[in-house]
């Protein structure tokens, strides 16, 4: 008898409380674009909050909308963004945990670290073929974008130099409405930081990666 209650009970809450046995589900934006360096981000939060019971949806929209969606609430929050960005989005609230980062690089058409004359311009392989046509002494781009650049297009004599110029690294953030899961989700990232997960699967994605354009 005592079974037979215990069963009714169980198939009470599972009618009335559908949401309870369903697996919760977070949506975050990104910026449109950039997939060899946004991809990294996904993959670890996907990694980490599957350890938490959670599935991840990520959204591939304009970086601008991107932060208004998750700024609003509209979506749960942003795959990754540098530090600083909380000052000006408020409600994004960012874990401390960095997933992801990208050095930022000197290409040069001949080795050596004296850098005497440096182009700016916005699109790396723009930057690289002056460089290669000798229109430009240094290019600063990415440690991702320029040696995907230099295969894709068969871009010969141009050198990527170390070490780097500098590195930006990049933080998980959520809207406040979900601000209950940063602690939990800082820790499952802490972690993987500690075991090398994150750097595994950082590294795992860039060799397939570059498998397009060998």
């Known amino acids: 008898?005592?079974?037979?209650?215990?069963?009714?009970?169980?198939?009470?809450?599972?009618?009335t409380t559908p949401w309870a046995f369903s697996q919760q589900r977070?949506?975050?934006t990104t910026t449109l674009g950039l997939e060899y360096f946004n991809t990294i981000g996904e993959l670890v939060l996907i990694e980490a909050y599957k350890k938490i019971g959670i599935?991840?949806?990520?959204l591939r929209v304009p970086s601008k909308r991107s932060l208004t969606m998750s700024n609003s609430g509209?979506?749960?929050?942003?795959?990754?963004?540098i530090k600083s960005i909380t000052q000006n989005f408020t409600n994004l609230i960012q874990s401390p945990v960095s997933i992801n980062h990208v050095d930022i690089v000197a290409f040069s058409t001949y080795p050596g670290t004296i850098f005497p004359h440096v182009q700016t311009v916005s699109i790396s392989k723009q930057g690289l073929m002056m460089l290669a046509n000798n229109r430009a002494e240094i290019f600063l781009g990415d440690s991702?974008?320029?040696?995907?650049?230099?295969k894709e297009n068969n871009i010969q004599g141009v050198y990527m130099l170390s070490p780097p110029v500098k590195t930006i690294y990049m933080y998980h953030c959520?809207?406040?409405?979900?601000?209950?899961?940063i602690p939990e989700i800082s820790q499952v990232l802490k972690a993987m930081e500690a075991s090398g997960s994150i750097k595994e699967i950082r590294d795992h994605y860039m060799i397939e990666y570059f498998k397009k354009f060998d």
Do not use: W
């Open 1 to 15: 008898m005592s079974y037979l209650i215990r069963a009714l009970c169980i198939l009470f809450l599972m009618i």
């Open 26 to 28: 977070l949506v975050l």
């Open 55 to 58: 599935k991840v949806e990520v």
């Open 74 to 81: 509209q979506s749960d929050g942003e795959v990754h963004r």
């Open 144 to 150: 991702l974008s320029g040696p995907a650049t230099i």
């Open 174 to 181: 959520l809207n406040k409405k979900n601000a209950h899961l």
